[in-house]
């Protein structure tokens, strides 16, 4: 078994997802030992039946993928998934808050979503969707705020823009996740996602966390991949 295995998300977030689709989706999981299923909130209860009881799972929350909804859709979209089984919440931020410098409002979003999911034993995943930030301290400071107000992880992109992970990205986002563990002793999650292709794109991600805080620091609970094009060279 390839060692980046137990680090993806397998996840199939397409417009004709179908229970067939997921199911097998759950059964390829399960047979190469990969950290999660992500799926539309539609296919929980899908994967909670073709699943072990344990096995996580992930699901898109926050207007996926725009994050152009209101705070208290993305609480009722969080609480719904939640309570039909979702062990982790995947939200996509609403952009034009980092763009716009309303950073309060950044700061509400992703604390009130993670307090809920906090509230269920439940992680939530913040993505700040690198492609549509401008710049690099746009990503810098998204970042920080997710990480402040709560978030487990921030993760990359939805894997929907134009541009997705990429190595400058990640290593910014790395950098915050390094000072924000220098600063409060706590290693929070790291997840790139969108357009990783090749077993060597993956590994450049790995070798970023492993290079920040050391092999064997570096594990499922806070390190994911969204590759699952990658999975059957695996």
Same mark, same amino acid.
């Given at each position: 078994m390839s060692h980046l295995l137990p680090f993806i998300d397998l996840t199939t977030l397409s417009g004709d997802d179908s229970q067939n689709c997921v199911k097998k989706l759950c059964q390829k999981a399960i047979e190469k030992g990969v950290a999660a299923v992500c799926v539309f909130p539609t296919f929980i209860n899908t994967c909670k039946k073709? !699943?072990?009881?344990?096995? +996580?799972? =992930?699901?898109?929350? &926050?207007?996926?993928?725009?994050?152009?909804?209101? !705070?208290?859709?993305?609480?009722? *979209?969080?609480?719904? =998934? %939640?309570?039909? &089984? #979702?062990? *982790? /919440?995947?939200?996509? /931020?609403?952009?034009? @808050?980092? $763009?716009?410098?309303? %950073?309060?409002?950044l700061r509400d979003e992703v604390s009130t979503l993670a307090n809920i999911c906090h509230e269920h034993r439940a992680k939530l995943k913040t993505i700040i969707e690198v492609g549509e930030l401008s710049n690099d301290d746009n990503i810098a400071l998204a970042s920080k705020v997710a990480l402040e107000s709560g978030s487990d992880f921030i993760k990359t992109s939805t894997g929907k823009a134009s541009i997705n992970a990429n190595i400058k990205a990640a290593s910014i986002m790395?950098?915050?996740?390094? =000072?924000?563990? *220098?600063?409060?002793?706590? $290693?929070?999650?790291?997840? +790139?996602?969108?357009? %990783?292709?090749?077993?060597?794109? #993956?590994?450049?991600? !790995?070798?970023?966390? /492993?290079? #920040?805080?050391?092999?064997?620091?570096?594990? +499922? #609970?806070? @390190?994911?991949? &969204? =590759?699952?094009?990658?999975?059957?060279?695996?």
């Open positions: 073709y !699943l072990p009881k344990d096995f +996580p799972v =992930a699901t898109v929350v &926050g207007g996926f993928p725009h994050g152009q909804v209101s !705070l208290e859709v993305k609480k009722l *979209e969080t609480k719904m =998934a %939640i309570d039909l &089984g #979702a062990n *982790e /919440i995947d939200m996509v /931020i609403n952009r034009s @808050f980092v $763009l716009s410098g309303e %950073i309060d409002a790395v950098n915050e996740l390094k =000072a924000f563990h *220098e600063n409060n002793g706590e $290693l929070r999650g790291f997840k +790139p996602a969108g357009g %990783i292709k090749t077993k060597e794109q #993956a590994q450049g991600y !790995l070798d970023l966390m /492993i290079n #920040a805080f050391g092999e064997d620091r570096v594990t +499922p #609970a806070n @390190f994911r991949i &969204g =590759a699952s094009s990658l999975v059957s060279q695996l």
